[in-house]
C-alpha cells in the first residue's frame, strides 16, 4: 500500500501544472495569426506550418521555416516577428533597438530557407522554380519601424501583409498547375518536429529517438497518444497504479487502452546546437503527436528510400537534367543534379563562352541545363557533364 501511494504522490506532482511561458505562448499564437491570414488571400493555394526545409549544404541540416504559403503566382517563405519596440537595421541585421541581436542574420536566416526551397524543388523534379520570396512579418502592435525597416522589401508588418503578397505577385505569371502540385507534393513530406506536452503544461520539441518508444506506438499507425490518470488516490491504493493510452491513428480512429505502467519513458533529441538527449517518463506526459509520418530521411530528402533510388536510376548518360552550380573549382563547376546523391562536373573549356565572359554567365546558385557524357565511378554518384542549348 505505502508504494502505491509513493507511486501516486511522485506522479501527481509531476503532472502539477506550472506557469506558462508567456513569451514562447505569443510566440506560437503569432504564427497561428499569420498562418490564418495568409490562408484568407484569395491568391493562396496551399499554406504550411513549421515546415523544416532541408539545408542542402550541411549532412543533416533544415531550417524550420514558421509559414510557408503557395500562391498562383509565387512562394512565400515567412519568418514571424513578435517584436515590440524600435525595430532597427544595424550592421545589415534586423534588430530591436532595447535587446542585444541574436547571433544568426534574420535577413540572411529566411533568405537561405528560401534558396533551398528552390535548390530542393530543382534537385526533386529537375525543373527551376521561380520567384520564391522571404518575408519577415511583424505581428506585435507595439513595434515601430525606423526609416530603415520602413523601406526595406522583406520587412512587413501583418497588418500589410495581404497587400504585400498581392503587390509582390501583381506582374508575374501564373504557375503551372504541375508545378503547384509538385510543391505541394514536395512540402507535404518535410516533417515538423515531433511534439511532447506534458501534464504540467510545459512542451518538448524536437525528433523523438525511434528505439526509445514504449507500447509499439508507431509513426506510420498513429498521429498521436494522449496520456491520462484514471485512478484517484483511493483507487490507486485498492487496485494499484494505471494509466490510460487514447492512440488517434492518421484516420482519426480513437482506441483507448488502460495498462499498468512500469516504469517506461519516451527519449527526444532536441533542437539544440549540442542535439542534447531528453528521457521523459510517460507518466508525466500528457501527448504525444508525431511530426510526420514516417522516419525522415535527411540525406535523400524522403521518406522512402524505395521511391528515391528508382529516381536515382533514372539518371543516364545521354541525359539531359537540370542542375545547380554549386561551386567553381578552378578549371570546372560542380553541378549538383541530385542534392547528395548525384554531382557532375562541368569543364569551363568545354564552354561555348569566351574565357574573360565565364564568369558574367556562370556563377554560384545558377541553374544550368546539362548532359550526361559518363559517370565517374561505379555508384554512380559522380559524372562529367557538357552544357546543353536551347
Not at 169 to 188: P, Q, R, W
Request: glycine fraction near 4%; hydrophobic fraction near 35%; charge should be positive.
Amino acid at each position: 500500500m505505502f508504494n502505491r501511494i509513493k507511486w501516486y504522490n511522485k506522479v501527481t506532482k509531476s503532472r502539477k501544472l506550472v506557469p506558462i511561458n508567456g513569451q514562447d505562448e505569443a510566440a506560437k499564437k503569432a504564427e497561428l495569426r499569420v498562418l490564418k491570414k495568409v490562408k484568407k488571400n484569395d491568391l493562396t493555394i496551399a499554406t504550411f506550418h513549421q515546415k523544416r526545409i532541408p539545408n542542402v549544404n550541411k549532412i543533416r541540416g533544415f531550417g524550420e521555416v514558421d509559414v510557408v504559403a503557395i500562391t498562383q503566382k509565387a512562394v512565400f517563405a515567412i519568418e514571424v516577428k513578435n517584436w515590440t519596440g524600435q525595430i532597427d537595421i544595424v550592421d545589415g541585421n534586423l534588430v530591436q533597438t532595447n535587446r542585444k541581436p541574436g547571433k544568426n542574420n534574420v535577413f540572411d536566416h529566411i533568405s537561405t530557407k528560401a534558396d533551398n526551397i528552390k535548390f530542393v524543388y530543382l534537385s526533386e523534379f529537375s525543373k527551376e522554380l521561380f520567384e520564391v520570396k522571404p518575408l519577415i512579418v511583424m505581428t506585435n502592435k507595439n513595434c515601430k519601424f525606423t526609416e530603415a525597416v520602413e523601406n526595406h522589401p522583406m520587412v512587413i508588418k501583418i497588418s500589410q501583409l495581404h497587400d504585400e503578397i498581392k503587390e509582390a505577385v501583381k506582374k508575374l505569371d501564373d504557375y503551372e498547375t504541375s508545378t503547384t502540385d509538385n510543391l505541394i507534393m514536395m512540402l507535404d513530406k518535410f516533417p515538423t518536429w515531433d511534439t511532447i506536452s506534458l501534464a504540467n503544461s510545459q512542451e518538448e520539441i524536437g525528433d523523438i529517438v525511434e528505439n526509445s518508444i514504449p507500447f509499439g506506438w508507431d509513426r506510420t499507425k498513429y498521429s498521436s497518444i494522449n496520456v491520462s490518470m484514471p485512478r484517484g488516490l483511493f483507487a490507486t491504493i485498492l487496485f494499484g497504479p494505471q494509466i490510460k493510452l487514447t492512440t488517434k491513428s492518421h484516420d482519426g480512429n480513437l482506441v483507448e487502452k488502460l495498462i499498468v505502467p512500469n516504469e517506461e519513458t519516451i527519449t527526444l533529441r532536441r533542437p539544440t546546437v549540442t542535439e542534447e538527449y531528453h528521457e521523459l517518463p510517460i507518466t508525466k506526459i500528457n501527448s504525444v503527436t508525431f511530426g510526420s509520418e514516417e522516419i525522415f530521411d535527411w540525406q535523400r530528402f524522403s521518406v522512402s528510400s524505395k521511391s528515391n533510388s528508382k529516381k536515382q536510376n533514372q539518371f543516364k548518360v545521354g541525359g539531359i537534367y537540370n542542375g545547380r552550380i554549386a561551386s567553381d573549382i578552378g578549371h570546372a563547376f560542380l553541378v549538383i543534379l541530385k542534392e547528395k546523391q548525384l554531382k557532375g562536373l562541368l569543364y569551363k573549356k568545354n564552354l561555348d563562352v569566351h574565357v574573360d565572359l565565364i564568369d558574367q554567365f556562370y556563377s554560384i546558385g545558377k541553374t544550368v541545363k546539362v548532359k550526361i557524357t559518363k559517370f565517374t565511378d561505379n555508384e554512380k554518384t559522380k559524372c562529367n557533364l557538357i552544357e546543353v542549348y536551347d
